[in-house]
């Protein structure tokens, strides 16, 4: 979403930094010390170790400039210095009912590090969007593919601590 920020989680950064470093300091190295050798065993037009090897090193290089831009773009932000605890904003973790009473709890995450299966919604997806600035009893309109769904907040809840990113 152009001209919002791209908040993330401190545990979402370390993830990026963690990849960015896997693939600079380890992947990287050796891709190049393949290509090296490969290189060195002459006709390079049908050197297979030598082609998948520099087909690979641009997916790499292109994989680290995408993880660059993210990482410059990152807003960090820490869900446990919310200092309003009572709605649901960046980093919250919402209990939400729809109109069966089936209940479902999602986080509210950035978007490089949603995973629907783990209940981590993106930011700027429909529920979070909806969710954005609810407190506990509101009930929030949501267009879904399936169609509009209604739901009510249940509950929701912040980290107790600041989370420290490892690395």
Same mark, same amino acid.
């Given at each position: 979403m152009a001209g919002e920020p791209n908040y993330i989680t401190p545990q979402g950064f370390a993830a990026? !930094?963690?990849e960015y470093d896997r693939l600079f300091g380890v992947e990287?190295?050796?891709i190049v010390e393949v290509v090296s050798w490969a290189a060195g065993n002459g006709? !390079? *037009?049908e050197n297979g170790d030598y082609l998948y090897g520099r087909k690979r090193m !641009?997916?790499?290089d292109g994989q680290l400039r995408r993880l660059s831009r993210k990482m410059k773009d990152a807003r960090v932000v820490d869900p446990a210095q919310q200092p309003?605890? *009572?709605r649901a904003f960046f980093g919250a973790t919402?209990?939400?009912a729809d109109e069966d009473d089936n209940q479902r709890t999602v986080t509210l995450v950035g978007n490089d590090e949603q995973d629907v299966a783990a209940g981590r919604i993106g930011w700027h997806s429909p529920i979070a969007r909806a969710l954005r600035g609810a407190a506990v009893g509101d009930l929030r309109?949501?267009?879904? %593919?399936?169609?509009e769904k209604e739901y009510e907040v249940l509950k929701i809840d912040y980290p107790a601590q600041a989370v420290r %990113?490892?690395?």
């Open positions: 990026l !930094r963690a990287r190295p050796a006709d !390079r *037009s !641009r997916e790499i309003d605890k *009572s919402v209990t939400i309109r949501v267009m879904l %593919p399936g169609g %990113p490892a690395g």
